[in-house]
Nanobody, 125 residues
Framework: VQLQAFGGGLVQAGGSLRLSCETS???????????MAWFRQAPGKEREFVASIHRSGGSTYYADSVKGRFTISRDNDKNTVYLQMNRLKPDDTGVYYC????????????????WGQGTQVTVSS
């Protein structure tokens, strides 16, 4: 299972970015990606859960710190999961990773066996 995350960059506080996580059609339709998520790791901190979405797209989960600002979505025709990030804050700075699991609705990092490379998001004040 290969996941490719991109879309990071440098943005001012209050701005927006959209991250994308792509994979192959075969992977995207397999059970391995029944649930997909975004995690992030700030400098000097442990990696933390940001948001997840089930295959159907109807079930989404968010960390409290991003509720109301971030939106996770899934385009099954493009084999892509997105993270729309609005009203960004300096605390949102970090490396963002996409991940996949067969376990629905979980925020536990240890339950995600498949990971993409990270994409850097930097929010300046």
């Amino acid at each position: 299972v290969q996941l490719q995350a991109f879309g990071g960059g440098l943005v001012q506080a209050g701005g927006s970015l959209r991250l994308s996580c792509e994979t192959s059609r075969r992977t995207f339709t397999s059970y391995a990606t029944d649930s997909m998520a975004w995690f992030r790791q700030a400098p000097g901190k442990e990696r933390e859960f940001v948001a997840s979405i089930h295959r159907s797209g109807g079930s989404t989960y968010y960390a409290d710190s991003v509720k109301g600002r971030f939106t996770i979505s899934r385009d099954n025709d493009k084999n892509t999961v997105y993270l729309q990030m609005n009203r960004l804050k300096p605390d949102d700075t970090g490396v963002y990773y996409c991940a996949a699991t067969t376990v629905p609705g979980t925020s536990e990092e240890r339950l995600y066996p498949y990971w993409g490379q990270g994409t850097q998001v930097t929010v300046s004040s």
